[in-house]
């Protein structure tokens, strides 16, 4: 299948309110996240600024929610928030541009893949921060190539582009 019939399926999968990504070959389908998710989505957003600790980043903190990407890989992923320091290309197609950053919320369900594989795909493909929350349990990941650290939200997480959130 090509990359552009790919992306003409994962648009139709929409259309009938079904979640398709791509993932190393793989076809993952999800529902659409309930209103908890979203609202978590937006509250994060809403507090994505610059660093103050990192005055010398030069990173525009630009955050994009559910955007489909085409990762490295050839994958086609859309992480719930996605954090570039400059703004990608308007496409009408999948954005190439690899986040500086990825936030996902974890769905009822979907625990498992977004607790043990989504880190360690997004740092695979070059993001250097992927943070996973459960709204649930306030449970809160923050995963980079050094390593992990757990956390109870609410809590501040500082990114490696010098961007921040509050979770």
Do not use: N
């Not at 978590?40 to 990173?59: E, F, L, M, V």
């Amino acid at each position: 299948m090509t990359p552009k019939e790919l992306e003409a399926m994962i648009e139709r999968a929409d259309q009938i309110g079904v979640r398709l990504e791509i993932i190393g070959g793989a076809m993952v389908w999800e529902t659409f996240p309930a209103m908890k998710h979203q609202v978590a989505i937006d509250r994060i957003r809403a507090s994505i600024k610059p660093d103050p600790s990192a005055p010398d980043r030069q990173c525009g903190c630009f955050h994009l929610a559910d955007v489909l990407i085409r990762f490295p890989d050839g994958s086609l992923k859309r992480p719930d928030v996605s954090i570039f320091c400059q703004y990608p290309v308007e496409e009408d197609v999948a954005i190439t541009l690899v986040p500086e950053a990825v936030i996902e919320i974890i769905s009822k369900g979907s625990e498992a893949k977004d607790i043990e594989f989504s880190p360690y795909f997004y740092l695979a493909q070059g993001v250097k921060d992927v943070v996973i929350f459960d709204p649930f349990t306030l449970f809160v990941l923050h995963a980079r190539r050094d390593g992990r650290k757990h956390f109870t939200a609410p809590v501040t997480i500082q990114f490696e582009c010098g961007c921040q959130c509050d979770v």
